[in-house]
């Protein structure tokens, strides 16, 4: 009975059926918003920090799983070990335990399938041969990059043990960033998998990508979240031979160049005490140009921000802080 209803509430759950662009920023000061492999320095190029859109979606599943969501794509520890042995399960072990070996399954039951997709490979538990499902999930995270100009700073610690028994204590060094604003680009396109995404994974999406960045935090992973914008165009699609309506895909290319820091200085000699000002008037104008296909623009930011966006056309963005995504 509790199968028939779940199936019938799933069916009755609206998909996303609009295109969607944005822009997520975050600031890291004194820490380390990505690691590199080598020493963990921040990644960068020639200088130039930037991270990957694997650090966002980790702290997004992260998220999801300690608020009880089903998430594929996350680490799970096997049964009846200690919490600091690192043993854990296969991907095999997961979808067999977890799922049922069921692929429908993962769709109904993960919302980081139904956003970001994924590869998967799954040896068939009665002939031994592979099963492999590929999806291109709806939303998609760049790269993100700072437009702060930040620095990266290499400090000395010392570290609690000698090389040897007699010796003294040895020391090691960490990298940081004194002042990092780091920008992604973010697209939402329900064409890449018709009738995946629900408005609800929406909702989930933007609550477990700003609070789930602000709850990592450790001593040198302390990223906050700043900004997030999300432009919503008018959906003038069409039905293709009776299949899901093909939602109409206008996307501006990458925005995050079009974002600046207004008080570069000022923020980096007073982070506590000064405002984070992020100039929006370039995206302004490119939305501007394009007012006749948007439908809405939505702003959450942060109370230490502050940035205006003027009226597109006649679209008022609306601008709320980051308690409304809780809502």
């Known amino acids: 009975m509790n199968d028939e209803k779940n199936k019938e509430k799933s069916e009755n759950e609206k998909y996303v059926s609009n295109y ?85 399954e993962v769709l109904d039951k993960c919302p980081d399938v139904r956003m970001f997709g994924g590869t998967f490979s799954f040896k068939k538990s009665k002939d031994g041969k592979k099963e492999n499902k590929q999806i291109y999930g709806p939303i998609q995270i760049s790269y993100g990059v700072d437009i702060n100009d930040a620095q990266i700073k290499r400090l000395q610690i010392g570290a609690p043990f000698s090389t040897e028994d007699g010796n003294q204590t040895t020391t090691g060094s960490e990298a940081v960033v004194d002042d990092a604003v780091i920008v992604y680009d973010i697209t939402i396109n329900p064409n890449n998998y018709r009738g995946l995404l629900k408005e609800s994974d929406l909702k989930l999406f933007k609550e477990a990508i700003w609070y789930g960045t602000n709850l990592r935090k450790s001593t040198s992973k302390k990223t906050d979240s700043k900004l997030l914008l999300l432009i919503k165009f008018k959906n003038e699609g069409s039905e293709n031979n009776g299949e899901k309506k093909t939602v109409r895909a206008l996307n501006l290319g990458e925005l995050k160049h079009l974002i600046k820091v207004e008080n570069k200085d000022e923020r980096k000699r007073n982070p506590s005490g000064s405002k984070l000002k992020i100039d929006l008037s370039g995206l302004s104008g490119l939305l501007t140009e394009y007012k006749d296909y948007i439908e809405a623009i939505e702003i959450i930011k942060a109370n230490d921000v502050e940035c205006t966006m003027g009226s597109v056309g006649e679209i008022h963005p609306t601008t709320a802080d980051s308690r409304a995504l809780l809502d």
């Open 20 to 104: 969607y662009q944005g822009i997520y920023v975050t600031e890291t000061i004194l820490g380390n918003p990505n690691g590199d492999f080598i020493d963990n320095s921040p990644r960068n190029f020639d200088g130039r920090v930037f991270t990957t859109d694997k650090c966002i979606k980790y702290n997004i599943r992260k998220y999801l799983y300690e608020n009880g969501k089903e998430v594929f794509f996350f680490p799970r520890r096997q049964k009846r070990v200690s919490p600091e042995d690192a043993k854990f399960l296969t991907k095999e072990s997961i979808y067999k335990d977890f799922f049922n070996s069921n692929f429908e």
